[in-house]
Structure formats: C-alpha cells, structure tokens
T-cell receptor, first 116, second 111 residues
Framework: EAQVTQNPRYLITVTGKKLTVTCSQNMNHEYMSWYRQDPGLGLRQIYY???????DKGDVPEGYKVSRKEKRNFPLILESPSPNQTSLYFC???????????????FGSGTRLTVV | GEDVEQSLFLSVREGDSSVINCTYTDSSSTYLYWYKQEPGAGLQLLTYIFSNMDMKQDQRLTVLLNKKDKHLSLRIADTQTGDSAIYFCAETLYGNNRLAFGKGNQVVVIP
C-alpha cells in the first residue's frame, strides 16, 4: 500500500531532550515536507526537500533540523525541544514539488508531540 | 505573498448541502486544492482545480473558482455523517515548492 509512515504517533518528552520523528514513504516520491498543525493557525511548513541531499526552510524552521540521505526517509530532528514545539506534526510527500502539483500531497497520520 | 483565509466552523444536517469557502491572495496560483482531515488522521486530498477552470465536479463535490475575487468554494451535496471533518483549502504557485494552507474549516454533520 502506498503510504507515508510516521513514528511515533504520540510522544511526551521533557525540555531539552533531543528527539527524532521518522518519516518514510514507499512511493518513490522526490518531494517531502514537514508541517506542524496548531489550533487557529492551520498547517505551517517547517522544512521541505526537493530530492536527496536537497533541503530548504519552510515558514517555521527555527528549532528543527532535517536530513535527506535517502529518497524514502525524511526525519525531523528536535535538538533541544521546548514547550512551544508541542504540536501535531505531519510529514507529506509528492511525486514532484509545487510545479507539478496536480498529483497532490500524501500525508502521514501525524505525530502528536508534547514537550513538558 | 500567499495568504489563504477560511472561516472556522460549519454545522449542517445530514442530507443537506454544505458549502465551505476560502479566499486566497496570490493571483499567480496555479493549482488550488481541498483536503479533508478526519479526527486523528492526516490530510487526504479530496479534489483540486487548475486556475484556468471555473468549476469542477466530482461526484458529490463541486468546486467553484472565482478568479476575479480570488474565492474558492467546495460544495458537498447530500452531506453524510462521514463528511464530518476539517476541510483545508490550499494553493501552490508555479515554480514554488510549497503548499500554503488555510486554517481549516470544521464541518459537523448532524444526523
């Protein structure tokens, strides 16, 4: 089944403890992206990647890192999480980026992160 | 710049039609989308419309695009309880690598 898989689904952690949220897609998509969803703010893009070894900042990149060493994986790294990073995170992929967007984006099921 | 605006909440009786509205500011948008988010799930692409179209119909869904007013709407005919969800409109620009989302519109279907 074609899908985007995120892990974990739920995570509670303490301030300052490094964590990684994994994202994997099995559709050979070039484009991958991370969003966070907060009440009243909708979805905001954190980082995106057009292809392997190509990443760029989205709207709210502060406090996050990403890497794209392989086409299928795009982990989101929080080196020193803070409470304002408590949010619902989504990974998404698309065959191409915005230019050929009739394909749409495929989203993972989300990771609910709480930083205390 | 990009700015997608949506109203926040709509309740509708089962069997009625529901209409969700969205406005966007960037006239160079090429594709506009509607996504559906069910509770506890990710976003699912419902439909999209290319910016040179005025209307697109897909079963119970009708998308209307008013380019002059930069207004996008989604009409759901014969709304079912399974249509209860948050609906996001989104736009992308030619040559831009991002989707810009609205804040979402929660639809509650009353049996």
């Amino acid at each position: 089944e074609a899908q985007v898989t995120q892990n974990p689904r739920y995570l509670i952690t303490v301030t300052g403890k490094k964590l990684t949220v994994t994202c994997s897609q099995n559709m050979n998509h070039e484009y991958m992206s991370w969003y966070r969803q907060d009440p009243g703010l909708g979805l905001r893009q954190i980082y995106y990647s057009m292809n392997v070894e190509v990443t760029d900042k989205g709207d709210v990149p502060e406090g996050y890192k990403v890497s794209r060493k392989e086409k299928r994986n795009f982990p989101l790294i929080l080196e020193s999480p803070s409470p304002n990073q408590t949010s619902l995170y989504f990974c998404a992929s698309s065959l191409y980026g915005g230019r050929a967007s009739n394909y749409g984006y495929t989203f993972g099921s989300g990771t609910r992160l709480t930083v205390v | 710049g990009e700015d997608v605006e949506q109203s926040l909440f709509l309740s509708v009786r089962e069997g009625d039609s529901s209409v969700i509205n969205c406005t966007y500011t960037d006239s160079s948008s090429t594709y506009l989308y509607w996504y559906k988010q069910e509770p506890g799930a990710g976003l699912q692409l419902l439909t999209y419309i290319f910016s040179n179209m005025d209307m697109k119909q897909d079963q119970r869904l009708t998308v209307l695009l008013n380019k002059k007013d930069k207004h996008l709407s989604l009409r759901i005919a014969d709304t079912q309880t399974g249509d209860s969800a948050i609906y996001f409109c989104a736009e992308t620009l030619y040559g831009n690598n991002r989707l810009a989302f609205g804040k979402g519109n929660q639809v509650v279907v009353i049996p």
